[in-house]
């Protein structure tokens, strides 16, 4: 049986144990309601992990691929249970989409440890009329959802949508009890203004989420703008320095792109020299890793709570009124970010499912 221990316990029976041997035996009563704890006895400490589902277009472009990579190899901050995938306008249908989400975790070492789910092709305006079938276009990952959501004993189950909101909007339509279990945490919106490619590819289903009462964090991108993730940027030539030969020897995986490659490191050298640059100096911008980043560490940005807005057609409405409260995640510190990825890559441990 697990001792889940309070703070204040914590804090006392710390002190105690540096004060040295001879009050290490004192047994500790602590006030009504508390357990009694004797120090000499062993702790055990609750897990502090942070339990996530990640759903991804993983051939969009180049920055899921980083942000998958960052998150398998942060063992010490995460459990993943799972891995679901959605197809957005770019990188081919829902099956181009799950290659390359193999291929990325063959490349990490967790294929097969983890579970991988295909979600939706299309989008949630069309699919929402057939969710009560047995099967649909995105059941396996939406149906992987919510019976993670229902088995989950975390505090809140994360969910950590870097693509289009398809599959968390249909699970929460099937199953709104799981409201109730999760956060969801989107790489999404240029919030205040207007456009961005996730929300683009599904509007009716970041709309749908904003209608409900769940716990919804927006991580900005902002394109150009040094206030959302599009800021969290690096140059090929970065790239070429850094990540060479990082993270776990594999068998080979055939890439995207052609060639084999046996860790991820040299896989993301290759996407790097497949890609076009933009700005000065010439940079690409790993959007979807800075999402990993602020869940792994609030500090890395800025956060604030605001009543939650709509999208209409004329862009976003405030709702001063709204009692319901959504998070917005801004000004990310680049630096900061970027050194823990480099670390991480070079001391993986990689990440487990429960």
Not at 43 to 53: D, G, M, Q, R, S
Not at 64 to 93: M, S
Not at 163 to 183: R, V, W
Request: proline share 5%; with cysteine.
């Amino acid at each position: 049986m697990k001792v889940y221990l309070t703070r204040r316990v914590y804090l006392l029976l710390s002190a105690l144990l540096l004060a040295g041997p001879n009050q290490n035996s004192m047994a500790i009563s602590q006030t009504q309601g508390e357990a009694k704890v004797l120090a000499s006895d062993p702790i055990p400490v609750a897990e502090n992990k942070i339990h996530v589902i990640v759903d991804t277009d993983a051939n969009n472009e180049l920055d899921d691929q980083h942000a998958l990579a960052y998150l398998f190899f942060n063992g010490k901050t995460f459990v993943v249970e799972g891995v679901t995938v959605n197809a957005t306008k770019n990188g081919g249908d829902i099956e181009e989409h799950m290659k390359e989400a193999e291929r990325v975790m063959r490349m990490c070492g967790v294929f097969g440890k983890i579970p991988l789910l295909k979600g939706a092709d299309k989008s949630f305006k069309e699919i929402l009329p057939e969710i009560k079938n047995k099967s649909f276009d995105g059941s396996e990952a939406v149906d992987f959802i919510i019976e993670a959501c229902k088995k989950s004993e975390s505090e809140k189950l994360v969910l950590l949508p870097i693509g289009k909101l398809t599959n968390i909007a249909l699970a929460l339509a099937k199953e709104p009890a799981i409201a109730e279990k999760i956060k969801i945490v989107w790489l999404g919106s240029n919030y205040p203004e207007r456009g961005e490619y996730n929300k683009e590819n599904d509007v009716d289903s970041m709309n749908y989420i904003l209608s409900l009462d769940v716990p919804f964090e927006m991580v900005t991108v902002r394109y150009g703008k040094q206030s959302g993730t599009a800021n969290i940027y690096v140059t090929q030539e970065e790239v070429f320095k850094q990540m060479p030969g990082l993270g776990p020897g594999t068998e080979p995986v055939t890439g995207r792109h052609g060639g084999l490659f046996y860790n991820f490191g040299d896989y993301s050298v290759n996407l790097f020299s497949h890609c076009d640059f933009y700005g000065e100096p010439p940079h690409r911008s790993l959007f979807d890793m800075a999402a990993v980043a602020i869940l792994k560490n609030p500090d890395f940005a800025e956060r604030k709570v605001i009543p939650c807005p709509k999208l209409g057609e004329k862009g976003w409405q405030e709702q001063a009124w709204n009692k319901r409260k959504i998070t917005i995640w801004e000004n990310f510190d680049r630096q900061a970010i970027l050194k823990d990825f480099y670390e991480v890559m070079k001391n993986y441990e990689l990440a487990k499912t429960n």
